[in-house]
């Protein structure tokens, strides 16, 4: 039901994933960054299998439903992800700079969920 785009908004989720449990895999273990990391563990990876579930949807119901899960999973990670810079010291910059472009990569991945599931529910 997606668009060509398609599999750029796979690639684009499935890409961000990767690159989030790479960049938690660096963070201190304190107690804050392995509890915000886990749940965003679950939310970032939720993301990409939900709007796999999305692609396989019966009806048009069910795939905005599918991809309005993926879109809440996209703002869940969002806000972990500015806990993480909130409270988990990040001393390398180049560790503070790939934290801001997932939080900038996750916006993005934010919007263009919203835009699909506008898109389909005027029923282009």
């Known amino acids: 039901m997606i668009e060509k785009k398609k599999f750029d908004i796979y690639d684009r989720i499935f890409k961000f ?47 905005i439903n599918k991809v309005g899960i993926s879109r809440r999973e996209a703002r869940e990670s969002r806000h972990w992800l500015k806990l993480l810079k909130a409270v988990v010291p990040i ?25 699909i599931i506008k898109k389909t529910q005027k029923g282009s």
């Open 17 to 63: 994933s990767a690159r989030t449990v790479k960049f938690l895999e660096k963070l201190p273990k304190s107690i804050s960054a392995r509890e915000y990391s886990r749940q965003l563990i679950r939310s970032s990876g939720s993301m990409g299998s939900n709007l796999e579930a999305a692609d396989g949807a019966l009806t048009k119901k069910d795939f």
């Open 91 to 115: 001393q390398n910059i180049s560790d503070k700079k790939e934290l801001d472009w997932l939080i900038n990569e996750c916006h993005e991945i934010l919007l263009i969920l919203s835009s």
